[in-house]
């Protein structure tokens, strides 16, 4: 049985993967980001648990420089770090 694709086929439209591959930071963007994050985990024997803000901070630039999706904090496992919304009066 034959599982072969027809990539040359002009109905074939490439798109990027939803979740879990990030677009690499060519310009270095978020690059202070990433090498406080990866102190933290060094410094706390890689316990990401102690790591949540920097972490955080570190997707908050992802985000801000569209190398990734933007998403709610809270959807990423940051609803106890995500700031509050404005009160409304």
Known sequence: MS???NFG???FKP???DKGSFPLDHFGECTTFKETF???LQDSSFDNS???LQSKT?????MQNQLMTKEPL???G???LADPPPSQH
């Not at 570190?58 to 992802?62: D, G, M, Q, S, V």
């Open 50 to 52: 102690k790591c949540r």
């Open 15 to 17: 798109r990027p993967p």
């Open 58 to 62: 570190y997707l908050e630039c992802r």
């Open 38 to 40: 990866m102190k933290c």
């Open 9 to 11: 086929s002009k109905s």
């Open 78 to 80: 940051f609803k106890d």
């Open 3 to 5: 599982t072969a694709m």
């Open 74 to 76: 809270e959807k990423l």
